[in-house]
């Protein structure tokens, strides 16, 4: 039954991501990375991470996506060619993907599809939240606070650099 | 192999999702119905009055006109996604329900049987319900963007950007009831406002009113509901997003539009007023303890549609600057203010 679902969500998922590079408008581009990003969330239901999955969507299809559609909205760019990307670098980018694709099917051939459980019983894993919200704010407190303070960073810097633009303006 | 138990488990919730989405479907009708009569008896008229009684049978005119009505595409739309926007902002609109209770676990009278008045109890269901709600507004902006019309575009973009603005205080409204209630189960968050009025989330004082005021105000926003109706201001925009949509395809915006209307309601009802629980806790002979869960929440969600009419006649349109001045300085920081002293409350 999971692998059934598995194998829809993996197959929706990786014909929409090769569809955000195929296609030339990117418009659609961005409609099908939502859609690649909605099945990943369901992917991580499936992994037991329900938290991970409300995360996944309300942070990446609900906000960041949101922004990339404004920015392309206001931007107006056009479609793209694919003269354009044939320089120099396409041949070591080529190799890196390459590259990359033998890790990835490496790595594939030795796995498995279904995880096995690890250390949490399936009680605890119902309470998924708790579980990460208590590993974050314990084991993991030095990472989480050196992240939030990453984006405390760029968020000010981000203002900084409007507010630079508007002085020079005036 | 196959699990009779587990059979009748999905017969059950299939059964269950069946009948909210007819509900849902069937539920715009009488509303549209009643916000027009709203409308007509505060601006001091009678409303709609021709087709049936008291006009009550003209959202069934109207369904019909719509139905029979010409189906534009304009040339210059982008055609696969100008029509599938008003499809990918309805399916949100009805996934947020899934995880909305409208009772607890009631004991079925004569067959001794357990049942929950919810589809699901998700352990994270108001994140869930966060970010489906977050989703509805792809269909605003690829309807507007597809159109290919400006009037469409800068009303899509309008409101993306005002969703944007005030999904944070909407957010963070979340972050209160969670810490007034300590889970994000919707069931547990209803189940800790038992056994009174004064239990409700709103008379947590002194911060439960805040969060419900920035709840409704940020939620009204989030639904584009007057006096944050930017997205289709008529006097600059023509009708917004939805400028070029006519028939059916214009219709399931407005369908999107009441179900958003009466999750907001169906929302307040349960972060801050206790959800189905009555006000005093009583039971009544031989009538289901059900019964009586479903008769709080209808009123409770009524009341808050109705208010949600009232205010959408009353007040006037907030300019755009003074819109996103609402959302980022004055919201935002009481918010922030807000779980400081929650958390100090808490403790």
Redesign the interface.
């Known amino acids: 039954m999971e692998q059934i679902f598995f194998y829809i969500f993996a197959v929706i998922a990786v014909v929409a991501a090769v569809s955000v590079v195929v296609s030339r408008n990117p418009v659609h581009s961005a409609l099908f990375l939502i859609v690649c990003l909605l099945q990943v969330a369901a992917i991580f239901v499936l992994l037991r991470a329900p938290f991970l999955a409300a995360t996944q969507v309300f942070v990446y299809v609900g906000a960041v996506m949101v922004l990339f559609l404004f920015t392309v909205l206001v931007l107006d760019i056009g479609r793209e060619t694919v003269v354009e990307y044939m320089h120099s670098h396409a041949f070591a980018a080529v190799g890196a993907v390459v590259a990359l694709f033998v890790v990835l099917a490496y790595i594939a051939s030795r796995g498995t599809i279904t995880v096995p459980q690890g250390g949490f019983s399936e009680e605890v894993l119902a309470k998924n939240v708790e579980v990460v919200g208590r590993a974050l704010f314990t084991k993991y407190i030095f990472p989480f606070e050196v992240v939030s303070f990453l984006l405390l960073i760029a968020l000010v810097g981000a203002i900084v650099l409007v507010m630079n633009e508007k002085g020079s303006k005036s | 192999m196959i699990d009779l138990a587990l059979i009748i488990t999905i017969i059950i919730m299939v059964v269950k999702v069946g009948l909210l989405t007819m509900i849902l479907f069937s539920l715009p009708m009488p509303l549209t119905w009643i916000e027009r009569k709203v409308a007509g008896h505060i601006h001091a008229r009678l409303g709609p009055f021709r087709v049936g009684p008291h006009g009550i049978m003209q959202p069934m005119a109207d369904t019909v006109k719509l139905l029979f009505k010409e189906d534009i595409v304009p040339e210059k739309a982008?055609k696969l996604?100008f029509k599938l926007a008003p499809l990918i902002a309805m399916i949100p609109a009805f996934a947020v329900f899934v995880a909305i209770p409208v009772g607890g676990t009631w004991t079925v009278p004569f067959i001794d049987q357990e049942m929950n008045l919810y589809v699901t109890d998700?352990?994270?269901g108001l994140?869930?319900i966060?970010?489906?709600g977050?989703?509805g507004?792809?269909g605003i902006?690829?309807g507007g963007?597809a159109s290919n019309s400006k009037y469409a575009?800068l009303g899509?973009?309008r409101s993306?950007?005002q969703?944007?603005s005030y999904?944070v205080a909407l957010s963070f409204a979340a972050v209160g009831v969670v810490m007034m209630s300590n889970s994000?189960s919707l069931v547990d968050i209803v189940n800790t406002q038992g056994g009174g009025f004064w239990n409700w989330n709103f008379f947590y004082l002194p911060v439960g009113p805040v969060w419900f005021f920035i709840f409704i105000i940020a939620g009204s926003a989030e639904i584009n509901r007057i006096p944050f109706d930017l997205a289709e201001d008529e006097g600059t925009l023509a009708a917004g997003f939805h400028t070029e949509y006519s028939g059916m395809k214009f219709s399931f915006f407005m369908l999107a539009e009441y179900i958003a209307l009466v999750t907001v309601s169906v929302l307040a009802v349960v972060l801050f007023f206790g959800g189905w629980n009555p006000p005093i806790d009583y039971t009544i002979p031989f009538v289901p303890i059900a019964f009586i869960w479903l008769f709080w929440f209808v009123i409770k969600v009524s009341v808050f549609i109705y208010m949600f009419m009232w205010v959408r006649f009353t007040l006037p349109r907030y300019r755009y600057d003074q819109l996103m001045n609402i959302g980022w300085k004055i919201l935002i920081p009481i918010s922030l203010v807000n779980i400081l002293i929650t958390g100090f409350m808490r403790i």
Do not use: P
Request: no cysteine.
């Open positions: 982008d996604i998700m352990n994270v994140l869930y966060l970010a489906m977050g989703l507004i792809y902006i690829f963007w575009l899509g973009m993306a950007a969703m944007i999904e994000l």
